[in-house]
């Protein structure tokens, strides 16, 4: 007869085998929660913080004219976005491009947005987003905008400002307000104001009809990472004071001193000069050199965010330039229901 087998042996090997395919599927399934709670992490949400924006600079009127360094009127801007310093030749992601925003009187950059746009946001991996502004507002192309000069309209930009989503970094709303990096919207052309009066008393009354900076290139090709323009085309910017151009009158009375008007132009060039040519009721006068009382502080004048009044006297036969005088930057019409201040 053959020996009986011990079954407590097969028992045991059984158990243990059983033992064994537990251990491996709990394994297995510990190792799949694992891996769940891991990839559920990191596909958690992340809060997006909004790009909230302030504005400031030289381009607005300073603290001894009006508190907080603010504007006195609105303007309309173009703001430039791209995750790349320097790199606004091109976009690419959902955070790089450019929006058109209002500047408010109170400093406030507002997005001017479509019922289909979004509003920017800061990266939400934290990285650095870099932006500049630029007004009047325009399409960039190339790392470029450009503009066409008329001589009514200022050209003002803010140069390169770095931020992210981080408490701090933000470019506006930080908890400590000192950390703020507000627009700095700065002047890129000069201004010149211009007046006139009778030399003398007698004779008569003469009505100016046109000016124009005859060297004054009118077209901008403006690179967005450096805000240095450049300015090309066919020299002469005009104006042509009163309503509709129709001139205006400059009384006989040599007391009266009248305002023509204002011209926005390029800086004047280093070692460059400006000629005025003046169109008036009693005849035309060109090349009249724009000069100052002191020779040498000359080349320091007519630069990117000085403001000139230029007086002109007239007699019933003549013309001259009385004087030119550095004044503060006052509002600047830039069409009929819109002014830019800087």
Same mark, same amino acid.
């Given at each position: 007869?053959?020996?009986?087998?011990?079954?407590?042996?097969?028992?045991?090997?059984?158990?243990?085998?059983?033992?064994?395919?537990?251990? *491996?599927?709990? !394994?297995?399934?510990?190792?799949? &929660? =694992?891996? %769940?709670?891991? @990839?559920?992490?990191?596909?958690?949400?992340? #809060?997006?913080?909004?790009?909230?924006?302030?504005?400031?600079?030289?381009?607005?009127?300073?603290?001894?004219?009006?508190?907080?360094?603010?504007?006195?009127?609105?303007?309309?801007?173009?703001?430039?976005?791209?995750?790349?310093?320097?790199?606004?030749?091109?976009?690419?992601?959902?955070?790089?491009?450019?929006?058109?925003?209002?500047?408010?009187?109170?400093?406030?950059?507002?997005?001017?947005?479509?019922?289909?746009?979004?509003?920017?946001?800061?990266?939400?991996?934290?990285?650095?987003?870099?932006?500049?502004?630029?007004?009047?507002?325009?399409?960039?192309?190339?790392?470029?905008? *450009?503009?066409? !000069?008329?001589?009514?309209?200022? &050209? =003002?930009? %803010?140069?390169? @400002?770095?931020?992210?989503?981080?408490?701090? #970094?933000?470019?506006?709303?930080?908890?400590?307000?000192?950390?703020?990096?507000?627009?700095?919207?700065?002047?890129?052309?000069?201004?010149?104001?211009?007046?006139?009066?009778?030399?003398?008393?007698?004779?008569?009354?003469?009505?100016?009809?046109?000016?124009?900076?005859?060297?004054?290139?009118?077209?901008?090709?403006?690179?967005?990472?450096?805000?240095?323009?450049?300015?090309?085309?066919?020299?002469?910017?005009?104006?042509?004071?009163?309503?509709?151009?129709?001139?205006?009158?400059?009384?006989?009375?040599?007391?009266?001193?009248?305002?023509?008007?204002?011209?926005?132009?390029?800086?004047?060039?280093?070692?460059?000069?400006?000629?005025?040519?003046?169109?008036?009721?009693?005849?035309?006068?060109?090349?009249?050199?724009?000069?100052?009382?002191?020779?040498?502080?000359?080349?320091?004048?007519?630069?990117?965010?000085?403001?000139?009044?230029?007086?002109?006297?007239?007699?019933?036969?003549?013309?001259?330039?009385?004087?030119?005088?550095?004044?503060?930057?006052?509002?600047?019409?830039?069409?009929?229901?819109?002014?830019?201040?800087?």
């Amino acid at each position: 007869a053959l020996p009986a087998v011990p079954i407590y042996k097969t028992t045991d090997r059984m158990l243990m085998k059983r033992i064994q395919t537990f251990t *491996f599927w709990g !394994l297995f399934l510990l190792c799949g &929660l =694992l891996t %769940a709670c891991s @990839q559920e992490d990191k596909l958690l949400p992340v #809060d997006s913080v909004p790009l909230e924006l302030h504005a400031a600079g030289d381009a607005l009127p300073d603290a001894s004219t009006r508190a907080d360094n603010l504007p006195e009127n609105a303007f309309d801007a173009t703001v430039v976005l791209t995750t790349r310093q320097g790199g606004y030749s091109g976009f690419a992601g959902n955070y790089e491009g450019y929006r058109d925003v209002t500047v408010g009187t109170d400093g406030s950059v507002t997005w001017k947005l479509s019922n289909s746009d979004k509003a920017p946001e800061y990266p939400e991996t934290g990285d650095w987003l870099y932006l500049v502004g630029v007004s009047p507002v325009a399409v960039p192309s190339g790392g470029n905008v *450009f503009y066409t !000069l008329t001589g009514s309209e200022d &050209l =003002l930009y %803010a140069k390169e @400002q770095c931020g992210n989503r981080w408490d701090g #970094d933000r470019f506006s709303a930080n908890t400590d307000p000192m950390r703020d990096k507000p627009m700095e919207f700065n002047h890129l052309l000069a201004r010149l104001q211009f007046k006139a009066r009778k030399k003398m008393a007698g004779g008569q009354a003469v009505t100016v009809t046109g000016l124009k900076v005859n060297e004054a290139k009118p077209q901008v090709i403006l690179p967005l990472a450096t805000g240095i323009p450049a300015f090309e085309g066919t020299p002469g910017l005009s104006l042509h004071p009163g309503e509709d151009g129709a001139g205006v009158e400059v009384p006989a009375d040599a007391g009266t001193i009248v305002t023509l008007g204002d011209l926005l132009i390029p800086p004047l060039a280093s070692g460059g000069t400006y000629t005025l040519d003046v169109e008036t009721s009693f005849g035309n006068f060109q090349n009249i050199p724009i000069v100052f009382a002191d020779d040498a502080s000359a080349g320091e004048e007519l630069q990117a965010g000085m403001s000139h009044e230029i007086t002109l006297w007239l007699t019933d036969s003549t013309l001259g330039i009385l004087s030119v005088t550095a004044v503060p930057w006052e509002s600047v019409k830039v069409d009929d229901d819109q002014e830019l201040v800087p």
